[in-house]
């Protein structure tokens, strides 16, 4: 079974503008989480879908959305970037809601803010 | 809101020797989850419990949901277990991570 996959894996951005990253999950997982990692912060939740619904959000500002399509893929926007959101964006798939199974990551986009 | 607090921060072990990681958290949770991350990013998930003690070849979780606390042992250490390990609380279907543990075994 091929596994979780991100594009793209490395992403320049100037202050302002807006971002869209993209997640395939495992085929048959219905259940795409996204997370930032920071060194500063470290890992963060920033949410999840499960069957196209926002099923939880962290405490990231309004500029940080995703959505998921009936083929569970998921997208992550952000809009009117700051250079505080160069980071590692993660996404991981499960077969059931986040917490209660097991998580398989992607290698993350790599996002860069100048 | 959930803590999550590990120990130590950084550790450096000789091949061979029997590792612990410490992970401790302040509220309920549904289930704790141990990962492995690799230089370059990519995250694997060792372990997800809620209760008792899990083992995966050289690899053990416990969980002592009384205490509120989860430990992740590795024995015979080997240079490819060096990475940064992060236990992770999921409550109310959300993730709170710990700031990892950077692990590196000397050959």
């Known amino acids: 079974k091929a596994g979780v996959t991100q594009t793209p894996r490395y992403l320049i951005k100037t202050r302002g503008q807006q971002v869209t990253l993209s997640c395939s999950p495992i085929?048959?997982?219905?259940?795409v989480s996204w997370y930032q990692q920071t060194p500063g912060q470290g890992l963060q939740f920033l949410f999840e879908?499960?069957?196209?619904?926002?099923?939880n959000k962290g405490n990231f500002p309004g500029r940080f959305s995703g959505r998921q399509f009936s083929n569970s893929r998921s997208e992550m926007n952000v809009s009117t970037l700051e250079l505080g959101d160069s980071a590692l964006y993660l996404c991981?798939?499960?077969?059931?809601?986040?917490?209660?199974?097991?998580?398989?990551f992607g290698p993350g986009t790599r996002l860069t803010v100048l | 809101k959930n803590e999550v607090e590990q120990s130590p921060q950084n550790l450096t072990a000789q091949e061979g020797e029997f590792i612990t990681i410490n992970c401790s958290y302040s509220?309920?949770?549904?289930?704790l989850h141990w990962l492995q991350q690799h230089p370059g990013g990519g995250i694997v998930s060792l372990f997800m419990?809620?209760?008792g003690k899990k083992k995966h070849g050289r690899l053990i979780a416990t969980i002592n949901i009384q205490e509120k606390h989860s430990s992740l042992h590795i024995t015979a250490s080997h240079p490819r277990d060096s990475a940064v390990y992060i236990c992770a609380d999921n409550t109310g279907n959300q993730f709170y991570f710990g700031t990892g543990t950077s692990l590196t075994v000397i050959p």
């Open positions: 991981a798939s499960s077969t059931g809601p986040t917490g209660g199974d097991t998580q398989y």
């Open positions: 509220v309920g949770i549904s289930a």
């Open positions: 419990l809620s209760s």
């Open positions: 879908y499960f069957s196209e619904t926002q099923r």
């Open positions: 085929s048959g997982h219905r259940s």
